[in-house]
Nanobody
Framework: QVQLVESGGGLVQAGGSLRLSCAASGSIRSVDFAGWYRQAPGKQRELVADITSRGRTNYADSVKGRFTISRDNARNTVYLQMNSLKPEDTAVYSC??????????????WGQGTQVTVSS
């Protein structure tokens, strides 16, 4: 089965850094579009950053200059490097990816999410 697993979340002080990973596994031909989202309690889910198969990136204004999304196609993994973290960044971060299987099926998959908590 194809699945996405996020890792790298945790507790960090304001100003610190974390790197989140979103690893896709299974019978995968390619990982195309991928994105990172976050949702804080009582708030709507928002797009943090996304990246195309060619490496084109997009960021929410709130994280521009602080976060960097990247991908390693050989490892079927998407990363989110988060620097200069703020308490406002506290949320559950989840990834999604458009994946084509070895059988040629293309679907969107979601990870389970990883908690990021930034303390003052």
């Amino acid at each position: 089965q194809v699945q996405l697993v996020e890792s790298g979340g945790g507790l960090v002080q304001a100003g610190g850094s974390l790197r989140l990973s979103c690893a896709a596994s299974g019978s995968i031909r390619s990982v195309d579009f991928a994105g990172w989202y976050r949702q804080a309690p009582g708030k709507q889910r928002e797009l943090v950053a996304d990246i195309t198969s060619r490496g084109r990136t997009n960021y929410a204004d709130s994280v521009k200059g602080r976060f960097t999304i990247s991908r390693d196609n050989a490892r079927n993994t998407v990363y989110l490097q988060m620097n200069s973290l703020k308490p406002e960044d506290t949320a559950v971060y989840s990834c999604d990816a458009v994946i084509t299987t070895q059988r040629g099926q293309t679907d969107t998959y979601w990870g389970q999410g990883t908690q990021v908590t930034v303390s003052s």
